[in-house]
T-cell receptor, first 110, second 114 residues
């Protein structure tokens, strides 16, 4: 699986959009980009995933660059409950296991 | 509602003892996974299964074993517990097929090996 690089930490103001970058420069054409988050002490929670196109759901938006070497997770209106570690993961289309890195610790401040 | 449960939620054991952590899901998912998470680190895959009687080793499988006798359960056994296996253990499950592979995680089991 391709390796991902994320910033170690970032702060965000409550009510503002949070933009979380992820670099996956070695991604191949049959690898998804997945985002999960882990709120303190809980099991990880799925957020969103995409292959080539941008995706949006009720939680977030995923923007994937045209060359697919990087992506950005957007939390449109961050709340205090969005404080968590966010993991960007690249996964082969036909391989269901995930490889977690260190992630980005996001702190939403009032 | 369908769910994934882990038991026990907390466990203290002694070095050398055999320990089994339970994972049960009611979604009828084919795929099940065990991860461990150490303080300040991401999750690492221990073992996984893509169906009944199927088991596979992950990146940190030494000292652990699993068996899959039915769809709902994937128990994780520590054959002879070591202090290095003190960790938080998460179980997860997912369904096979395109766009149905989201992993759902259990609440975790905190294991302390003394």
């Amino acid at each position: 699986d391709a390796k991902t690089t994320q910033p170690t930490s970032m702060d965000c103001a409550e009510g503002r959009a949070a933009n979380l970058p992820c670099n996956h420069s070695t991604i191949s054409g049959n690898e998804y980009v997945y985002w999960y988050r882990q709120i303190h002490s809980q099991g990880p929670q799925y957020i969103i995933h995409g292959l080539k196109n941008n995706e949006t759901n009720e939680m977030a938006s995923l923007i994937i660059t045209e060359d697919r070497k990087s992506s950005t997770l957007i939390l449109p209106h961050a709340t205090l409950r969005d404080t968590a570690v966010y993991y960007c993961i690249v996964r082969f289309v036909d391989d269901y296991k995930l490889s977690f890195g260190a992630g980005t610790t996001v702190t939403v401040r009032a | 509602d369908a769910e994934i449960t882990q038991s026990p939620r907390h466990k203290i054991t002694e070095t050398g003892r055999q320990v089994t952590l339970a994972c049960h899901q009611t979604w009828n998912h084919n795929n099940m996974f065990w991860y461990r998470q150490d303080l300040g680190h991401g999750l690492r895959l221990i073992h996984y299964s893509y169906g009944v009687q199927d088991t596979n080793k992950g990146e940190v499988s030494d000292g652990y074993s699993v068996s899959r006798s039915n769809t709902e359960d994937l128990p994780l056994t520590l054959e002879s517990a070591a202090s290095s296996q003190t960790s938080v253990y998460f179980c997860a499950s997912s369904e096979s097929g395109v766009n149905r592979e989201t992993q759902y995680f259990g609440p975790g089991t905190r294991l302390l090996v003394l």
